[in-house]
């Protein structure tokens, strides 16, 4: 089924979600706060500049003209926690991040005039943009650092296709 989105609000950023691969979701590894100290061999995040809004994440995605990583979420949401600790952190995402796209996270509580314009069906919602203003693939559900690894390789190829 086709399934086109359309975002309005946005001067030129129009968002378009048509038959986007939607990955099968795995389990998160939920690590209790108290061991968390505990577990060292995964490497912390560097440095990423995360944007908590559309506007000025896109501005910097414009500005350096590489794609942005939209990381939709919501409070008490145990997938989207475990995405924040599992994926988000671990280092070589963070390299990919950092080097190669924008990071934007968006949340009904912090952004809600920004999702209202948005059909989130479920959270986590990942949505990949580029600086032009449209979404070329998008991840719903908790997505694990292999697959995320999987989703930015397909984008730089897309991109690198054009």
């Not at 939607?22 to 061991?35: D, F, H, N, Q």
């Not at 949340?107 to 479920?122: A, C, F, G, M, Y």
Request: with cysteine; charged share 25%.
């Amino acid at each position: 089924m086709n399934r086109f989105m359309v975002v309005k609000g946005w001067g030129s950023l129009v968002i378009l979600l048509g038959m986007c691969v939607v990955s099968a979701a795995e389990m998160p590894r939920l690590i209790p706060a108290a061991s968390q100290t505990a577990v060292t061999a995964k490497p912390r995040q560097p440095n990423v500049v995360w944007h908590d809004s559309i506007e000025s994440g896109w501005a910097e995605a414009r500005r350096r003209n590489v794609p942005m990583v939209i990381f939709i979420t919501s409070e008490r949401c145990k997938y989207c926690d475990a995405m924040k600790q599992d994926t988000w952190c671990d280092g070589t995402i963070g390299e990919r991040l950092k080097d190669h796209f924008v990071a934007i996270r968006l949340s009904p509580q912090d952004n809600p005039e920004t999702l209202k314009r948005i059909e989130v069906t479920s959270y986590p919602t990942t949505l990949i943009g580029i600086p032009e203003g449209k979404i070329i693939d998008h991840r719903v559900g908790y997505q694990p650092v292999a697959a995320m690894h999987g989703l930015l390789s397909e984008v730089r190829m897309k991109l690198l296709r054009r």
